[in-house]
Structures are given as structure tokens and as C-alpha cells.
């Protein structure tokens, strides 16, 4: 029987191993002129096919031209790369922050997956920031704890402010905000560094930390818990085997206190929203002061565990010790689930409310188009299309057609009831130029409510609304590059004009190079003072 099995998956091993190297060959040779005018061609054609707000802040016009202009500056072979960064310098005039565009990866085979799984590349313990025309590091874990509040100065020769005004040329905003580029271009800095370059395994940094300036070098290496050995013929032979440790035989008792402790370990790590890549947790609270009077809720995203046990514990909390203020950090908040920030928001009013409005698409299942995409694996596009049925039926349920436009009903825009212990005090809310998406959402039904004072920036995402939802991650013929395409326009009941810009703040305070140096939260410092006033 096992002889049967390695005879009938051998074919796939090989074709796997086949398709991984035409892959790998495909992105990097240099594509002809007419199958780069092909994909130029291809992802508007699928940006006008399904995103419902292409036009919003650009013309028909003025993409037309774009695009145009893009194909006729085409004139000689190119590879996938240099082609991703000219294309995204166009599809960037959409206006929409979830819109984007990516070049293709590095494929690995079976063997070399393993074994970099048991690698790391310390660089990413690194988090940066850019403030005051510098890129600092504002955050750092493991070793490079040192490094904060350090300037970048150079990057393997090269100047890191040039390479940040090329990457604020390769993604956009929602329409005309500008906070967001500079929020996200250091946020994000490695990641763009990685689109921009290509997969690396080695890379030196220049620092300048108080009057030294200082070289580092960071080598992707194996993780601790494997034996020593040189990393490239491990990752060419697969031999790395976990340090094995002497085993402690463990009595009944200590066996089942072990696995109580463990279950009650992953609860909380699930409340919390705990991240094992960054070693931190989602949402926390605090309190200020001794009495309690003013709870401090950091929100890092709306994504990962069970949210609905960290909102009811922590206004459980809030009602028992009688806090009068109640301060949401949504600063570095780029969003995530409608359905936890409608939860939060049940905690936050005492009337019944809507969330969002019905959102606009451009086809009766969005979900189906998100399962079938070139992108996704074979498997779960053979899975989608043996329930295409099941899921067609209950997104038309889902969508309605008025005034020749087609709606989507999230359970987001439903009518929704308060909480009955939700909070009455005063709320202030810390928002910046990577507040976006549901932070945004967020925040725009918070501001129209009147219900919270804002401080910070101007938030990334749009007060009017964004398209995202579901996505279509449309992967071009030739060049492999993949575009992501909102599907669904996603906007509270409240709008303001001029179009195009994010919710301001009703006190505007930008931190400095100086505030992070000195480790302080200007913001966090205006609201607490502007508590002892009142």
C-alpha cells in the first residue's frame, strides 16, 4: 500500500518541483513588450469590472490616460519587478488605500519550505518609524532593545529618505489624504524594502543613536531551538533536527495541572489577541491614576482571538470601578473585523444604532468572486465551485439591486442594540494618519454620534467610506504580478465634504523626533491634562 501511494504522488511531486521552477524562471526573465502591454491591459479591465467606486477620486479620463501613458512608456522588455513598480505608480491614482498592487515571490520546493521554516531574520524584530524627515526605530524585540529611538542613516549604501519617497509613489491613500503616506511608509518600511529589492538573506544597517553612528549586520540564521550548523547546507540538505532535550516524567497530577495551565494560557492569549510573530497582544487596558477614574484601551488592530470576551471583560470591569473616562488608542490601527468594532461600539452608545450602511458592489457574490480568484490554491477553488450552489444562494439573499445599484447587506448594517452595562463617560479617542479601515469606520461613527473627543491626526482611511470588504486578488498572465481589488464600498451612515479626507481631530498634535527620544506620548499627555482641568 505505501509502495501504491509513492508511485501515485511521485507525478505530483515532479510537477510541483516543475512548476516551482518555471515559476521562479517566469518572474525574472525579461517579458516582451506586447505581453507587458497585456497585463497593463488585464488589471484595468478587472479594476473596471469590479471595484463600484473606480472613479471616484480620479476621472474616467484621467485613468484612461494613466493607462495609456503606462503602455506607449513601454517600450522595451522588462522583468516582473521593474514592471510591478511601474504599474503601481498608476493603479495608485484609484484612491483607494486598500487597492494595491504586488510583485510576484520567490517560489521554494517542498525541502527548502522546511527548512527556512526553521530559520529567522532578526531584521524583523525591528519596527521603524518616519517623523521629522528621519526613519527611526521605535520599537525593537529580543537583542536590539538598544536601537530604539536610533535614525536609520543608511541602508546596505543607500540613503533610507530616497527610498521612501520612491514607496510613497507605490501605494495610495483614500483620495486626497496625505497623513497615511508618511504613517505607512515607516510603518511599513521593510515591507516596501522587500517589494523594491527582492527576497534577501543578509543586510546591513548605519545607525546613529545619541553621537555614534554604528553599522549593524543581520543574517537570516537558525532558530535557537536547532543544532548549529551552517545555514546553507542545512538549507540544501534539510538537515536541521530540533535540540533535543532530556524528557521529565511528569505524575497524573502534574500531567492534567499542566494541560489546565496551557488551555487557560491559550484563553487568554486568544482574549487578548495575542501575536506570536510580534511577541505582543492586540488589545489591552489600563488604568491611570489611583482611583481608577480614567481607563486607557489600546487597540492594535481588529483581528485575531475571541474579542467578544476582552469587550465584555473589560466593560464589566469599567461599570464595577465607576470609571468616568474612558481614552481608545486606535494610533497604528489598521483596521480588521466589522464585526468586533460593531461589538465594541454596542459598549459605546445607549441607543440603538447602525453601524454601516448597505455597501455598494458591483456583483451578486463577492464572496464566490474573493474564493475564485487566479490566486487562491486549486484546492479551494474546486472546493468553492462544489458549493458555488450553497454560496450563490445565501449572498443573493445577501444583496438587493435599487436604483440600478446592487447593495450588500454586512450584519454591520443591521440595526443593533446598546449593551446594557455600556458606558456613559466621557470618551477621547488617539487617532494618526495609520488609523484606517474599521479604525476609520470606527472613528467616522464615533465622530458623527458626537460622541468622543478626537486627538492626534487626521486619520488614513476616508470619513466617507472605503472599498474593501472582500477582495479579488487578480494575478496578471505574464508578469505574475497580483492586483488587489476591493469589492465592496464600506461606509458609516455619516458623510462630510469635502470628499476625500480622513476624520480630523478637535485637537491636532503631531509627535516629534524629540517626544520619542524622551519617551513621551503627547497625546496621551493632552488628554490626561485635559481631564485634570475639567
Known amino acids: 500500500m505505501k509502495k501504491l501511494i509513492l508511485m501515485l504522488s511521485l507525478p505530483l511531486v ?12 517566469q518572474i525574472t526573465r525579461l517579458h516582451a513588450v506586447e505581453d507587458l502591454h497585456e497585463d497593463v491591459d488585464k488589471v484595468y479591465k478587472q479594476l473596471k469590472r469590479h471595484h463600484p467606486r473606480l472613479y471616484q477620486y480620479s476621472s474616467k479620463e484621467t485613468l484612461d490616460f494613466k ?39 520567490r517560489q521554494f520546493k517542498r525541502k527548502e519550505r522546511k527548512a527556512l521554516n526553521k530559520t529567522k531574520f532578526d531584521i524583523n524584530n525591528l519596527d521603524f518609524e518616519y517623523l521629522d524627515h528621519k526613519l527611526l526605530v521605535v520599537n525593537a524585540r529580543g537583542n536590539d532593545s538598544v536601537l530604539v529611538g536610533s535614525e536609520v542613516l543608511e541602508i546596505k549604501d543607500e540613503n533610507p529618505l530616497g527610498l521612501i519617497e520612491q514607496y510613497k509613489k507605490r501605494f495610495a491613500s483614500d483620495g486626497y489624504n496625505t497623513t497615511f503616506y508618511n504613517r505607512a511608509v515607516g510603518t511599513r518600511f521593510m515591507r516596501f524594502y522587500l517589494s523594491d529589492k527582492g527576497r534577501f538573506d543578509s543586510i546591513s544597517l548605519t545607525f546613529r543613536n545619541s553621537d555614534s553612528t554604528f553599522v549593524k549586520h543581520y543574517k537570516r ?8 550548523k551552517d545555514l546553507d547546507t542545512a538549507l540544501a540538505k534539510d538537515s536541521l533536527q530540533p535540540i533535543k532535550t532530556p524528557k521529565v516524567k511528569l505524575t497524573k497530577v502534574e500531567r492534567k495541572a499542566k494541560k489546565r495551565e ?54 464589566k470591569t469599567i461599570d464595577s470601578l465607576q470609571t468616568e473616562t474612558l481614552v481608545i488608542d486606535l494610533r497604528d490601527n489598521f483596521g480588521g473585523r466589522l464585526k468586533e ?28 468572486k474573493y474564493t475564485m480568484s487566479n490566486s ?11 458549493l458555488s450552489p450553497f454560496i450563490y444562494g445565501y449572498e443573493l439573499c445577501k444583496t438587493k439591486k435599487k436604483n440600478g445599484q446592487l447593495y450588500y447587506r454586512f450584519k454591520a448594517s443591521r440595526e443593533q442594540d446598546p449593551k446594557p452595562n455600556n458606558f456613559k463617560g466621557k470618551i477621547y479617542v488617539l487617532i494618526n494618519g495609520n488609523s484606517f479601515s ?18 492626534g491626526e487626521e486619520t488614513g482611511g476616508a470619513y466617507n467610506g472605503t472599498v474593501a ?50 519617551q513621551r506620548d503627547p497625546e496621551l499627555e493632552w488628554v490626561l491634562e485635559d481631564i485634570e482641568r475639567k
Open 221 to 228: 540564521r537558525l532558530k535557537d531551538k536547532y543544532a548549529s
Open 67 to 105: 493607462f495609456d501613458s503606462l503602455k506607449k512608456s513601454i517600450k522595451e522588455p522588462m522583468d516582473s519587478r521593474t514592471f510591478y513598480k511601474q504599474l503601481s505608480q498608476v493603479t495608485r491614482f484609484v484612491g483607494q488605500g486598500h487597492m494595491s498592487v504586488s510583485p510576484p515571490s
Open 376 to 386: 487562491r490554491p486549486t484546492g479551494i477553488k474546486i472546493l468553492a465551485g462544489i
Open 438 to 455: 474599521a479604525s476609520s469606520v470606527l472613528s467616522t461613527k464615533l465622530h458623527g454620534d458626537q460622541r468622543a473627543t478626537f486627538v
Open 262 to 315: 496551557a488551555k487557560a494560557k491559550r484563553r487568554y492569549n486568544s482574549k487578548y489577541g495575542y501575536s506570536a510573530l510580534r511577541d505582543e497582544y492586540n488589545r489591552s487596558l489600563d488604568f491611570v491614576g489611583p482611583d481608577s477614574s480614567v481607563a486607557v484601551m489600546k487597540i492594535r488592530g481588529f483581528s485575531n482571538g475571541n474579542y467578544k470576551a476582552f469587550y465584555d471583560d473589560t466593560f
Open 469 to 518: 470588504g472582500f477582495y479579488k486578488v487578480y494575478e496578471l498572465p505574464n508578469t505574475k504580478v497580483k492586483a488587489r481589488i476591493g469589492l465592496a464600498h464600506i461606509d458609516a451612515p455619516y458623510k462630510t465634504e469635502p470628499d476625500g479626507y480622513g476624520v480630523k481631530p478637535d485637537v491636532e498634535i503631531l509627535p516629534t523626533y524629540q517626544d520619542r527620544l524622551n
Open 14 to 25: 515532479l510537477a510541483s518541483c516543475a512548476s516551482v521552477e518555471k515559476h521562479n524562471l
Open 341 to 368: 468594532i460593531t461589538y465594541l461600539y454596542s459598549y459605546l452608545t445607549d441607543e440603538n444604532f447602525v453601524m454601516i450602511n448597505p455597501s455598494e458592489i458591483n456583483t451578486r457574490s463577492p464572496f464566490l
